[in-house]
Nanobody
């Protein structure tokens, strides 16, 4: 089992920045691909970004590419999502997830956090 806990969400104005963190405990963190997903009201959960165990491979959704950066610190069992140039359409609950491979489908991930709310005011 892997337990995940997100933090860093909040209310920010459009154009601003936030950094989300996801702390992991349980099984060896560095064994897992880590991903960020988000879900807005009335919409399906969507892929945001993912990073492999070493940090050498990353994937981003087109909607956030160039604005968001995913990173990880295996010594701290933590994955981060730096979000810059935020837009109103980035408003959602953000979830971190752990899985075996660098994929974009939510069903590919085995462990999930509880989520953290990000609200961007326009």
């Amino acid at each position: 089992q892997v337990q995940l806990g997100e933090s860093g969400g909040g209310l920010v104005q459009a154009g601003g920045s936030l950094r989300l963190s996801c702390a992991a405990s349980g099984r060896t963190f560095s064994n897992y691909v880590m991903g960020w997903f988000r879900q807005a009201p009335g919409k399906e959960r969507e892929f945001v970004a993912a990073i492999n165990w070493s940090g050498g491979s990353r994937r981003y959704a087109d909607s956030v590419n160039g604005r968001f950066t995913i990173s990880r610190d295996n010594a701290k069992n933590t994955v981060y999502l730096q979000m810059n140039s935020l837009k109103a359409e980035d408003t959602a609950v953000y979830y971190c997830a752990a899985g075996p491979e660098l994929r974009v489908g939510a069903s590919e991930y085995d462990y999930w956090g509880q989520g953290t709310q990000v609200t961007v005011s326009s």
